[in-house]
Structures are given as C-alpha cells and as structure tokens.
C-alpha cells in the first residue's frame, strides 16, 4: 500500500477529531445528497459512514497513488495480471454485450469464441426448455443437477434462487457440491433419472469433490436406466470446463461440453457456460439482460472518475474501517429473500481474492488485507446477529441492500421489509444517547438504572444500495459491483487477488489422509500426534487395523 498517500488518510481522520456520523449530518443538510452515488440501475447512499470531504479526498489520493486507473485498463485489456498464475483476468470479456468489441489476449482476440459458447449454451437451453432434448427413454427434462463447487457452484446457486422470478417453474434446479454424500443422496432422492439432466461443472475437471460426486451420480443413472452406458450418459450428462481431456476421459462426449478459459477465475465464473444451470432456468434472453447488468457496471467502473466511481467508492470506504478502524470484518446484509445466497457467494468473491499475506513483491505485507466477510438476508439477521452490531465492542461496517419494489406484493410485507432496512441504518448511524434512554425508560415506566443498557452509541458505519427492483440486470451490476470493489481493494494493497493459493494445501494433505484412513493395512502414520491420534479413532470406531 502507497505509505505516503496512506498516512494522509490517518492524518484527515485524526484532524476530523472523532466527528460522529451525527455531528457531520447535523453540519450539512445536504449531506445525503452529497454522498450519494448512482450507477447502472443502484443508487448508493454511502452519507452514514465516518467520512467527510477530508477523508474522502485523502482515500482518493490513496487510490490516484495506487494507479488505479492504470491497473483498471491493465485488466480490461488482457494483460496477465494473475501474475503467480501468468495469465489475464478477463471475466470482463465474458460479459462485452458490445458486437463489435475485441478484446486480446497473447494478440489473438477473445470475443469470436466468448460469442460462440454463449449460442451453444442458448442452443441447448432452448431445447431443455421446450422438451426438445430428451432423456434417453424419450422423456422431457424436468430436474437439472448442477455438480460443482466453489466457484463453480456459489454463483449459480446464488443467482438460480435470486432469479427465481424469471424462471420456467417446470425446470427444478438442484446443486450438489459437498463431497458428504449427504448432499447428492437428498438430491437423488428428489430427481428422477429418465428426467434428470446433470450439468458437471467444474474449470479443472479435477476437483476431489466435484468429480467425486459426479462419479456416484454416473452410477446412479446407469443402475436406474438400462442401455449401453455412452449413450445414456450422452443424454442425461454435459460439461462446463477448461479442460477438454479430463472431461473425455471421464467419459463425457466433447460435444457436450460447453468451453470457457483459463482467464475466468472460478470466482467470477458465472457470465461463462458455468451460468449453463442458470441460463436454463431463466432461458437465454434473460441470461442476456444479466450480461447486460454487468457490462453496465463494467463500463462505470473504467468510465467513471474516481469520485464518482461505485465500486472505487465503496473500496476505500472498507479501506477506511480496515486499515484505519482496525475493523476485522464487514457484513452485508440483503433485505430481499431472493438474495439469501449472496452473502455466500460474496464470501467466496472477497476472501478467496483478498485473503491473502503476501505483496506482489513477495514481502510480507504490514497491514491488513481482505476482511471477514458473513451476513444473513435482513430481517432475519436482525433477530440473531445485530444485537452485537449495534451495542457490542467490535466495529462492523455494513451493506444494506434493498429494493423499492418486489416480485410478492402481499399486503405490506414489502413495505414493512424495507421499513425495517432504513430503520436499521437509521438506529446504527444516530443510536439513542442516555437522556434519550432515560426518557424511554420513564415512557415504560422502568427504573431509570436501566438506562445504560438502554444506551446506543451509534455512530456504527453503513451503506444502503437501493435498485427499482430486482432483475437480471440489477443483479449482474450487483456482482459487478462487488467484483470491482474486491478488485480495487487487492490494487491498493499490493496484493495479487486472483490466484488462491491458499487452498492448495489442504487439497494435497488431504490425499495424503485419506490414504491412511483407508488403507487396508495398518498404516505407519507420519503425521502430528493430533492428527495421527484422529486417524487411529477413525479406523477403529470403522473396525479397521
Ligand atoms: O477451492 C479452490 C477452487 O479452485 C476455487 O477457486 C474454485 O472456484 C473451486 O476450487 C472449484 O474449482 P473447479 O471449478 O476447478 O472444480
């Protein structure tokens, strides 16, 4: 991170001398207005946060020092900015609704081939969807089973349920990824195989769970459907991968498979064929006006000046509360049921990207990086969780995010959801100081003593994004959104954001455990006492050696 610029964001802090959210409302009436930004359908209201023009100005600086706009033209341009990886960062591409665009990578353009799976895709959504494509006793698809994880299965996920509104009711789309084989056997039990499509995602078509799990669901097709077994797998199995080999060997037919790079990072993978589950859900034309979503946020995000900019934005206000606050973790918090996988999947997106230790010169950086990040769709979180929000030691900042309008209008459910929303905000930004606690004390008739536990700081950080409604288009400016903002975040830090090495060790370790619990042999165990200990427990409560 660019020290100098840093510490003038610490120097306009510490000149604004603790100014509370409610002094600076109570400085400026215009204030909302001032912190309020627009961009691709969302309005973000970012008034209620501990900043005023000072602060705002240095954490501007602090992102001009970082090279922001430079770095922003390095990814939309193909350069390998996945530098420990040596390859681009191109989702961007995947999401290029402009026809003539191209967009390079080694000098050879990428949109011919983007353009291409994308009609594959919608060919084949097309015929799942109108009964076209069959099973292999002739009946229609009515069950697709997206086999994934990760990446490879939190986007689709999420935004199968988020779009439930635009989806053909029919189609039931169900999504295995633990290797409990809990997850695949509840799911088997609610398919039925002649009418089941299982969609094998995965980039690498080598991860231990998703192949796992597709293996058994192979099994299971073929001991409840007999025929020879390629043509039955031909009709009832497709692929989502970079890697063609794997999916052969495995036994899938190239021709069903739908292709992406190695320049979509697993994260930010569901504008490729991984959206295939969530395209036949919500068919192609809809799919579209997600695309259409992100590129607008995308062309915000290279467009707009710094200061006006929602991603840039909303990154340096988490700058602020992380490296300033000393705030270890962030929430958002979706006042929308269709949005109740977000969090999860923005989990994925921000800690698998910004969890990282190491600067891009390979030193050990001295600040903190990517936050915890969690939440829980509004207002459930309320009755669990924003009891320590409002009145507990630890700072954490939060997203709202909300909807005028929604796809349920029945009585005033809506009214009283979003009611709740500004409340929230309302109650975390002003609190309630002890006369004010005193008086509602006095108003209930209870013993004035009580008034400290009555008592809110406030002062507590939020942003509220509001969009007309929610749409394939607002969502895919949504994600965007995000995305941008971890981008941005992992340029100021000096961190490589979009390599995840930190997965790998368990994976290997992994493999070397199942080894000894399942060896037939009594096996001589090299690990930790710990961890030999748990190995020997678990072979002999199974009756092994
Ligand atoms: O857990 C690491 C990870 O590589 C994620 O980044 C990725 O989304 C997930 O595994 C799944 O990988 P794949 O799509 O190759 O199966």
Known sequence: MNEEAFKKVQAAVEA?????????????????????LTAAGWTLDYSKNRVDKNVMKALLKLAEASNLKAEIEKMFTGRKINETENRAVLHTALRNCDPKAKVKVDGKDVMPQV??????????ADSVRSGAHKGYTGKRIKYVVNIGIGGSDLGPVMATIALAPFSKRYIRSYFVSNVDATHLAEVLREVKAEQTLFIVASKTFTTQETMTNAQSAREWLLSKIKGKANDVVAKHFVALSTNEAEVVKFGIDPKN?????????????????????????????????????????????????????????????????????????????????????????????????????VAKDGTRVTYSTGPIEWGEPGTNGQHSFYQLIHQGTHLIPCDFIGFCKTHNPIGDHHDKLMANLFAQTEALAFGLDHDQAVEWCRKEGV???????????????????????????????????????????????????????????????????????????????????????????????????
């Open 257 to 357: 498979m739908f292709a992406f790079w190695d320049w979509v990072g697993g994260r930010y993978s569901l504008p490729s064929a991984i959206g295939l589950s969530l395209m036949i859900s919500i068919g192609p034309r809809n799919f579209q006006r997600l695309l259409k979503g992100y590129w607008k946020m995308d062309r915000h995000f290279r467009t707009a000046s710094l200061a006006r900019n929602m991603p840039v934005v909303m990154a340096l206000l988490g700058i602020l509360y992380s490296n300033v606050y000393g705030a270890e973790s962030y929430c958002v918090l979706p006042y929308d049921q269709y949005l109740s996988r977000l969090p999860a999947y923005l989990q994925q997106l921000d800690m698998e990207s910004n969890g990282k230790s």
């Open 16 to 36: 604004a001398k603790g100014t509370t959210i409610k002094q600076l409302f109570a400085a400026d009436p215009e204030r909302a207005a001032k912190y309020t």
């Open 115 to 124: 353009r291409r799976v994308l009609k594959q895709m919608g060919a084949f």
């Open 447 to 545: 013993d004035e003593k009580l008034a400290p536990y009555r008592t809110f700081e406030g002062n507590r950080p939020t942003n509220t994004l509001l969009a007309d409604s929610l749409t394939p288009e607002t969502l895919g400016s949504l994600i965007a959104l995000y995305e941008h903002k971890v981008f941005t975040q992992g340029v100021i830090w000096n961190i490589y954001s979009f390599d995840q090495w930190g997965v790998q060790l368990g994976k290997v370790l992994a493999k070397n455990v199942l080894a000894d619990l399942t060896a037939k042999k009594k096996p001589v165990l090299k690990h930790d006492s710990s961890t030999n200990a748990l190995i020997a427990r678990y072979r002999k409560a199974k009756g092994l050696a």
